[in-house]
């Protein structure tokens, strides 16, 4: 679940490996690639955290980052 928090909209996902939280992190950079809307993220083993936010909006939440984070769920529920 994402949730809206200082100015930021972040989830944390949870995979079996670190194979499959990088396939995951492949996957959401080409998506974030085309649209021109790049998130701040981590990885760890096999959790990977990501954070949106609009840069160009004063780093603020927007519908592009709702976009985006609805996108990445898409992704990961095909991952599953």
Known sequence: MWIEHSNKLTRTFTFADF??????????AELAEAQGHHPWWSNVYNK???????????????EK????????????????
Do not use: C, Q, W
């Not at 980052?65 to 599953?80: P, Q, V, W």
């Open 19 to 28: 194979r499959e939280a990088f396939v995951f992190m492949t996957k959401v």
């Open 48 to 62: 990977v955290t990501i954070e949106l936010t609009t840069h160009d909006a004063g780093n603020v939440v927007t």
């Open 65 to 80: 980052d709702y976009n985006l984070a609805e996108a990445i769920d898409i992704i990961h529920r095909k991952s599953s």
